[in-house]
């Protein structure tokens, strides 16, 4: 993989939307339709992979794609196909990391309230509920988004360890260690946020083993992908009271069928994949293209460059 595309016209597909070609030619970027021509791509399908699999195979000359998301597990089996040497591909990691981030902190501050049961109160009930200030708290992952919340939760006064794939330290948190040390400090976090790409290597990351091993009390937050949390070990820790409470913005499977379950767990808060909505993603993309157009015609430079070999 290298950063150095072939100089040519733009295409912003399946539907060229007026918001990303302005951002394509403000950028000083050319955009035209597809065609023979065409040596990048900034496609914007949320359904998948399937189309830009058909696009790719009849136009193997584009040298750059532009993703929609942060991450590209859906994008998977295209990645894998047509990877090439001198083709770029790029996503929307780090573009989504402050609302992602802001949702985070939201769900973790409504469980520790015990918004799950107040919230559906209809009479007035005993007191209860906890501080976020001075917890223990474990992110796993080290992308945009566990950095924006390390930055939200300075003014708790909490402990930040993150784990990582690698054991570079990220500044602001306490303790940096790599996922082989997952274990190992798993069992004194009060919290514990899943911030990580999905790939082969963290599907089912955290089953029913490794949520036997967290603190009896503690609280899980997933707002990366569903396929990293066993949903059935999930909903047992919840029912036993092992874990005192899971904020999930993602679910397996997703969508989460009507009548599950966690929809109304009292420890349970579950928001439908709206962390970050097309209101607020729109705008964060479109200044990611911009970005990226202007490193397209310098020939490099580009930001949220995807490694399919590591699948993010």
Do not use: C
Not at 23 to 46: E, H, K, M, Q, Y
Request: aromatic share 4%.
């Amino acid at each position: 993989m290298t950063e150095t595309p072939g100089p040519g016209p733009l295409a912003v597909l399946p539907t060229a939307d007026a918001l990303f070609v302005d951002a394509v030619r403000s950028a000083g970027g050319t955009v035209a339709p597809l065609s023979a021509a065409t040596r990048g791509i900034v496609w914007l399908d949320n359904a998948g992979g399937a189309g830009l699999d058909e696009v790719l195979e009849s136009h193997p000359a584009v040298d750059w794609v532009q993703l929609p998301w942060a991450g590209v597990d859906s994008f998977a089996e295209v990645l894998r196909r047509h990877d090439r040497p001198g083709r770029v591909w790029t996503s929307a990691k780090g573009a989504y990391a402050r609302p992602v981030a802001e949702h985070a902190l939201t769900l973790l501050l409504g469980l520790l309230r015990l918004l799950p049961r107040r919230i559906r109160a209809e009479s007035w009930g005993g007191k209860g509920g906890s501080s976020l200030h001075g917890l223990q708290v474990l992110i796993v992952g080290a992308g945009g988004i566990a950095l924006e919340l390390v930055r939200l939760l300075q003014p708790f006064g909490v402990d930040v360890t993150i784990v990582r794939r690698t054991t570079a330290p990220v500044a602001a948190a306490g303790r940096t260690v790599g996922i082989d040390r997952l274990d190992e400090v798993l069992p004194s976090a009060d919290v514990v946020v899943l911030a990580a790409p999905l790939t082969p290597g963290t599907s089912g990351l955290f089953d029913a083993a490794r949520l036997g091993r967290m603190k009896p009390g503690a609280y899980i937050v997933n707002v990366a992908r569903g396929a990293l949390l066993d949903t059935d070990a999930l909903l047992a820790a919840l029912d036993d009271g092992r874990l005192s409470g899971a904020g999930l913005d993602v679910t397996d499977p997703e969508p989460l069928p009507d009548g599950h379950p966690l929809w109304r767990h009292p420890r349970a808060i579950v928001t439908p994949h709206t962390a970050d909505t097309p209101e607020m993603t729109r705008p964060l993309l479109a200044d990611r293209v911009r970005a990226n157009v202007g490193a397209y015609l310098a020939g490099g430079g580009f930001t949220g460059v995807v490694d399919p070999g590591q699948g993010y």
